[in-house]
Structure formats: structure tokens, C-alpha cells
């Protein structure tokens, strides 16, 4: 059983150019450039509620994985086994990926509720998972470990939205800001390592400010895509790369400043969902690209 959940000497022989290929765009699901790209797109075109649902699920859930990393601190796979060479020094247990594409598509399809959404979930939650094991930077511990507390995020995550957490719900706006930005003190007494990941940080500062420019949108914007779709689709095109554009200046410039990591990523963060959630809407609509 110990060789079955952590040798992947396995997965070498497996390999060839094109399974290579198909797993690293599995991959990528997992990875902030396509959240950057997702979240957006979804916010703007599909249904603003549903994604600010699965924006602070995923921001709970990246800061759960981090917290359990260093917690176990348990090592990946040995370095010549791995094809991603982005995972940095992080752990392994559990893998963020398989943790977060659980969450991400299950909980879409939950929204959803049509058979077409639950069967694209499970071809791509399994294809992010495998693509883990195929790519050498998790073993079937790390990613069995991920997948299920994904599914266990889920119905966490569907109770508290229930009317059993109904005084939440109804809290004046301002004390849920306050709740949110609680969690901070909170991670740095409770952190289980002496540093905390730079980014650990940047997680509370994005969901703050998501729902910062949620009740912003809400109160002032009130943004409706166009009823034309293909104007909807230039907006959002055009959102998406004055975003990464915002996000390239402003990295560029606090790190020119010396600004530390750790801060120039919440800043950041808090950029991103203040411009999703309520600047590029109220933008659009100024522009007459959005009602």
C-alpha cells in the first residue's frame, strides 16, 4: 500500500509527446493565470452571484491547502520525476490542484444542474488529477488527499450558504468585511510553520475585496451584461487584458519600490477583485458595453 500511494516510477515509462501535451493543459486548469482568465469571464458574461460564490469557495479553499501543506509537511516526488517546474518549495500533501478542481467544477456543476455540466466536471477533474501524477510532482497520496477534501469543502461550503448560518447572511455588510479581515490575526497565531507563504495573505486580501466590490457593485453599478453578446464578448476580451496588463505594471513597479513579496501579492489580489467585481463593470457601463 506505501509503494501504491507514494512511488510514481510508474509514470515515466507512460509518457509520450502527446500525453505530455494533453496533460499540461490539464494542468493549467489549476494554475492563477486561468483563474485570472475564469473568473472574469464568468463574473461578467455568466452569473455574477454564482461566481462570487466560487470565488470565495476557491479562496478558502487555497488557503485551506496551504495551511494543510504546511501542516503535514510532506515532501513531493523526487525532482527527476517532475515535468512542472513551477511548483516551487511548496509540499505535497495535499495537491492544491486536485483540491481546487474538485471544488471549482463540482461545485459549478451543483450550480448548474444539468447532466452536460456534471459529466465536463469529471472529465476534468480527473484530467487535472491525473495530470499531477503524470507530470511528477504528486503521488496518489498528495492527490487522492486533495480530491477528497475538495469533496468535503463542498458540503462545508453548501451548509454554510444554508439557512442554518441564516445570521450571517443577514449581518449588515460592514461586520462580514470585518468577519473576513478577522481572518488574518487568525492565520498568523494559528499558522502551523514559522513562515507563512507569501501568498497566504494575498488569499484573505482577494476574498475582502471581492465582496468589497460585490456590495459596491450591488449598491452603485448594478451591471448587466449587454444584450448583445458579441459586445458582451469585446467588453469582456478587453477587461480581461487591461487586467493582466494592471496586474504585469503594478508587480513591475512595487517590486522596482522594494516593496516585499508578501505585500506586493495582496496588493495585488485586492486589485484583481475590486476590478473584477466593480471597476470593470462600472467601466462597461460607462462605455455603454454593458447596462
Known sequence: ????????????????????????????????????LFFPVGYWLWDKAMFTRLAILIGLIA????????????????IEFSLDKRVGESFGLPSGHAQVATA??????????????????AV???????SRLYLGVHD?????GGVLLGLAMIVIYRGLLSDEFRFWHDLNPELQLLGIAALAPLIWIAWPADVIPAGVFALVAFIFFWWFGRLIEMRWVNYERHESLWLAAVAAVAGVVILFALMKVTG?????????????????FAL??????????????????AW
Open 63 to 78: 488557503l485551506t491547502n496551504s495551511f494543510l501543506k504546511d501542516l503535514f509537511q510532506d515532501p513531493r516526488p523526487l
Open 252 to 268: 513591475d513597479q512595487l517590486q522596482a519600490a522594494g516593496v516585499p513579496k508578501a505585500l506586493t501579492m495582496s496588493l495585488q
Open 104 to 121: 471549482t467544477w463540482l461545485w459549478l456543476a451543483y450550480e448548474i444542474k444539468r447532466p452536460w455540466a456534471w459529466a465536463a466536471a
Open 124 to 130: 476534468i477533474v480527473t484530467g487535472v488529477a491525473l
Open 1 to 36: 500500500m506505501d509503494a501504491f500511494l507514494h512511488d510514481i516510477s510508474w509514470v515515466v515509462p507512460l509518457r509520450t509527446p502527446l500525453l505530455t501535451a494533453v496533460f499540461e493543459a490539464f494542468t493549467l486548469l489549476g494554475y492563477t493565470e486561468f483563474f485570472l
Open 272 to 289: 484583481v477583485s475590486l476590478y473584477v467585481t466593480a471597476l470593470a463593470p462600472a467601466a462597461f457601463r460607462l462605455a455603454r458595453l
Open 140 to 144: 496518489v497520496e498528495d492527490v487522492l
